[in-house]
């Protein structure tokens, strides 16, 4: 992944079930223009697919493997990237 840091995100909420987990991440309204459903996002240098798109956050859906090739797996909710 290459490119320009343009904004920061919080993580807002984190569900996980057996199979996956769901991140929901806010970031300044002006942003998410940019940010569509079913477009791409790098979070901390990961290209992701974001699920879900309203005026104010973005979720994605990160598979077992993601996590553990990541650092997500270690991510709570408050943390601001």
């Not at 569900?15 to 309204?29: G, S």
């Not at 798109?53 to 973005?58: L, R, S, W």
């Amino acid at each position: 992944m290459s490119g320009h840091v343009h904004t920061v995100a919080k993580v807002e909420e984190v569900e996980r079930t057996p199979n996956n987990c769901k991140m929901t991440f806010a970031v300044d309204r002006p942003w998410m223009k940019y940010i569509l459903s079913k477009g791409f996002v790098a979070v901390d240098g990961v290209s992701l697919t974001a699920c879900e798109a309203t005026p104010d956050q973005f979720s994605v859906y990160l598979c077992p493997e993601t996590l553990r090739v990541t650092t997500l797996d270690s991510w709570r909710v408050g943390r601001s990237e």
